[in-house]
C-alpha cells in the first residue's frame, strides 16, 4: 500500500528561518494520524505541504503517491480543512455546498445536504454570521463531501470550545468509519490526539522527534526510575529520552524495542501525553543547546 | 469555476448595473435638448460669421446639463475605479480572509481559480466602462461638434474607444498588486498612485511625441491677429487659433525668414502706435494669465501693424492633423490592453510559481 503521506529531507525556510528541516516521514493509509507539537513547531508549515498551498524549500514530498496540488485530480484526492476554517463569509451554508459542487467533480451533495440538516445549521444564513464551531462543521462538511482519500486537518479544533470540540471529533470519527478515508490532523492538545488519533507525529523545533503507531510507541517507551545513577552505561538499545534527578533518585524515559531486565529499575507505564511533552522538552533543550553554542562560537 | 467568481461578483454588478441605467436614463431624457441646443448653436454662429458687426455667439448650459457632462469628464476616473474597487481586492482579499487556503484545495487548480475571475471580472471591467463611453460619447456628440477639439488632453480619454484600454489596464495593475501585496487597503493605495502615474505620463510625455507633428507655415493674417500679453509678460502679437477643426495644435509661432522670433521690441519699433504697457492703455499688470487688448481704435493701429510685420516674418504652426485621430484612438486602446495582457501573464506566472 502507498504511503499517504511521503516525505524526504523536507523542508520549508522563509528568509533566513527553517519552518520544518529534514523531515522524513512515511505515513501508512487507512490510519488517523495526529500531528502534534508546540506552536510554531511547523505543524502548519507541513500541512500546507502535503496540500499544495506551499512549495517546498529542499526535499520532496509525495502525497497518495502523488505531487500535491499537481492537477485536479491530485487535487480531488486530497481534502483540507485550513486553520481557523476560512469560509467566504457572504456567501450563505447553502451557497458553500453549491460552490463545492461546482469546484470538485465528485461532490457528494446529497451526504453533505444531509450533513448540514443533521447539523441544525440553517442553510440560508451567511457563512459569517457562524459560530466558530458551526463554521468549522460546515468547512468539515465540504472537506468530507469531496469523496477525498485523505483528509487533512489543520488546527481544526483549536478555537471551539470543548462541547463543540467533542461534537466536532465525534463527527469525525463517524465519517471516517464510513468512507474510510485515511486522516492527518494537527493539534497542539495532546488529549484530542489521544481521544481520536491511532498514529502519531510529534513536531517540535521545526524537526519531527517522533513518529508511530501510538500502541507501538506506548509498548516501547517506559519509565525507569531506581537509585540514582550514572546513565552512561545502559544497555546499547535503550535510548534514553529523557532523564531526571533528584538527590537520592533517577527516573528516565527511554525508548526500546526489547524488555527491561536490570531488576534495580521499577518500570511503569507510559501514557501519550507524558510521552509526546518528554520529546518536546527534548527538542527544547536542544535548541537551547544549538543557540548556546552559536552564541559561544561568535564570542 | 466561473459560477462561483460570478457569485462573488454579483453585488458589485448590481452596483454597476444600476448606475448604468441611471446614467442612461438622464442622457436619453436630456440628449434632444442638446441637440437642438447645438444644431440653434451652430446656425447663429454661421450666420454671424457672414456679418462683420456680430460680436459673436455664446451658448450657455442649464444647471442639469452642466451637471451631465461631469459624468463624461468623471469617464476618466472610472477606469481607476474599476482597478481600485474591483482588480485590487479580487485576490488581496480572498489573502486577506484566507479563503484562498479554501479555494485553492478544492479539484480546481490555482491558474484555472485566477483565469476565472480575470475572466468574469475583467470582461465585466471592460464592458461596463465600454458602455459608459458609448453613452457618453453618445450624448455629448453635439457638444463635441461644437468644439472641434476632440484631441484635448481630456477629452482624448473620454470619448470612443480608449477608456477600454484604460480599464482593462487598471483592472490588471489593481489584481497585479492585490496579488503581489495580499492586503486589500495597501494594494487599492498603490493601484491608485500606479495607475494615475501610468496614464499621466503616457497622456502628457508619451502622446505627443508618437507621431512627429507636421509644420505648416501661413502668412500673417491681419484680420486674425491678436495683441497682447502671457502671464505678464512682455506684449506682442497673439495669433488667433487658425481653422483646423478636431487638429491638436502643439504650437502656433511668428518668426522671421531665418527662424528668429518675433520679439516686443521688433513689434515696439515697428508698431509705436500699440498700447503698450507704460504707453498708456496697456494691459493692467498682474491681469489674467493671457491679455488680449485688440479692438476698437487700437485695431487699426494693430491691422496696419500686422501688414508690416508680414513682409518679413510669418506664422508657423506645429499640430497633429484631425485625421490622425482614429490611429492614436486605436493604437493607445491596443497599447494599454496589451499592457493589460501582459501583467495578467506576469500573475499567473507569479500564482503559479511565487505565491504561497
Known sequence: MTAV?????LGKRYRQRWALRDCTLQVPAGRVVGLVGPNGAGKTTLLQLAVGLLEPSAGHIAVLGGKPAENPEQLGR?????????????????????????LNPRFDAAAAERRVDQLGLDRSQRAGKLSG????????TLALAKRPELLILDEPVASLDPLARHEFLQHLMESV???????????????????????VIVLAGSRVQVAGDVEELLASHHRLSGARRDTSHLPSDQEVIEA???????????????PILDPAWTVEQVGLEDLVLAYMRRAGDASRAAQTVQVGSVK | MIRLSWRQFQAQAAVACGLLIAVLILFASTRGNID???????????????????????????KLDQLLELIGTALVVVPALVGVFWGAPLVAREFENGTHRLAWTQSVTRTRWLACKLAVVGVASVAVTGLLSLLVTWWSSPIDRAHQNRFGSGLFGERNITPLGYAAFGFALGVLFGLLIRRTLPAMAATIVGFLAVRLTATYLV?????????????????????????????????????LPNAWIYSTHIVDNAGHGLTSETVKATCPTLPFPGNGGGPPPGSGTRVRVAGGGVHDALHDCVTKLG??????????????????????????????????????????????
Request: one cysteine or more; aromatic letters at 10%; a neutral charge.
Open chain 1, 177 to 199: 468509519a464510513e468512507h474510510s478515508v485515511s486522516v492527518v490532523l494537527s493539534s497542539h492538545l495532546v488529549a484530542d490526539v489521544e481521544r481520536v488519533c491511532d498514529y
Open chain 1, 78 to 102: 486530497v481534502g483540507f480543512v485550513a486553520q481557523d476554517t476560512p469560509v467566504y463569509s457572504a456567501l450563505s451554508v447553502g451557497e458553500h455546498l453549491q460552490l463545492g459542487g461546482w
Open chain 2, 311 to 356: 513682409a518679413t516674418y510669418h506664422e508657423v504652426l506645429t499640430y497633429q492633423p484631425a485625421n490622425r485621430y482614429w490611429t492614436l484612438q486605436w493604437g493607445e486602446t491596443l497599447v494599454y490592453f496589451a499592457a493589460a495582457l501582459a501583467i495578467a501573464g506576469f500573475c499567473f506566472w507569479w500564482i503559479r510559481h511565487r505565491a504561497r
Open chain 1, 133 to 140: 464551531g458551526q463554521r468549522a462543521q460546515l468547512a468539515l
Open chain 1, 5 to 9: 503521506l511521503d516525505a524526504s529531507g
Open chain 2, 36 to 62: 437642438h441646443l447645438y444644431t440653434v448653436f451652430a446656425k447663429a454662429n454661421a450666420a454671424c460669421l457672414n456679418n462683420p458687426s456680430c460680436p459673436g455667439v455664446g451658448i450657455e448650459l442649464n
Open chain 2, 207 to 243: 502622446r505627443p511625441n508618437i507621431f512627429s507633428p507636421r509644420h505648416k507655415t501661413l502668412a500673417l493674417d491681419p484680420n486674425n491677429m491678436g495683441f497682447g500679453t502671457t502671464n505678464g509678460g512682455p506684449a506682442t502679437l497673439m495669433p488667433n487659433p487658425p481653422n
Open chain 1, 244 to 258: 531526571s534527578h533528584t538527590d537520592r533518585q533517577t527516573t528516565l524515559l527511554v525508548r526500546t524495542s526489547s
